[in-house]
């Protein structure tokens, strides 16, 4: 029988970016392959450094991030690359949204 890696496997994982106030905490998310999940929450509640973490924009303060197993950020992983797409939103003081 195959194993099945997890899509996403963030486990336990603290990100504190000044050692005073973490943003994530104890943070676990199992995304299976195939799944679609959505991140909602208010504004500050840490979904953006999630998903920085995720793609290996940022490195967790302590915990393990592996997506497709391997940890992203690596030159192995292809993360972000080739294996895992990112795009970015921003938002203008206009109210237009730029891509």
Sequence with gaps: MEVLLPAIDV?????????????????????KKGNIYGLLGPSGCGKTTLLKL????????????????????TVESKIPGSRVGYMPRSWHSSGVYHQ
Excluded: C, E, F, W
Aim: charge should be positive; hydrophobic fraction near 35%; aromatic fraction near 4%.
């Design 11 to 31: 486990r336990n994982v603290y990100k504190s970016y000044d050692k005073k106030v973490p943003v994530l905490q104890d943070t676990s998310l199992l995304v």
């Design 54 to 73: 995720i793609i290996g924009r940022l490195k967790a303060t302590s915990g393990k991030v592996r997506v497709l197993g391997h940890m992203p950020g």
